[in-house]
C-alpha cells in the first residue's frame, strides 16, 4: 500500500481525494490536513510515501511545508496539486523538493498515475503543463 497524506485548506476538495485515492485500491490516506503546518506535522509523525499538496493555504503555504517535510522525511515525495499554472509557481515547487506539479483541474485518474510514479521514485509534471 502506498502511504498518503492530503493537504489542502479546502475539506470538500481533502474528502473527493481520499475517496478517489482509496478507490485506487493500493493507496491508504494516513492523514489528511487542512494548512502546511499540519502537514508537516502529520507528516513527521506518519513518514508517508507521497504527500499531495495545495500551494496556498493557511498557517504555511505549502512550498514551506514541502521544504520542511522534505528534510524530516528524505524518503517522502511530495506533489504539488495546484491552480498555479506558472512556471515560476512551478519551479519554485520543484526547487522545495517537490517530484511532481499537477493541477487541479487534473483528472482523477492522473492524480492516481502521479502519485504511483512518485511512490516509483519517478518525476510527474501535469500532463496539462505548460511547458516546463
Known sequence: MIKVILADDHTVLRDGLR???QAAGDMEIVAMAANGQEAVE???QHCPD???MDISMP???GIEATQQIRAFCPRTQVAILSIHRTNEY?????KAGASGYLFKESAGME???AIRALHE????LSANNTGI
Open 121 to 124: 521514485g519517478k518525476r510527474y
Open 90 to 94: 512551478i519551479q519554485r515547487a520543484l
Open 111 to 113: 492524480v492516481v498515475a
Open 19 to 21: 475517496s478517489l485515492l
Open 42 to 44: 502529520q507528516s513527521i
Open 59 to 61: 498557517v504555511m503555504n
Open 50 to 52: 507521497v504527500v499531495l
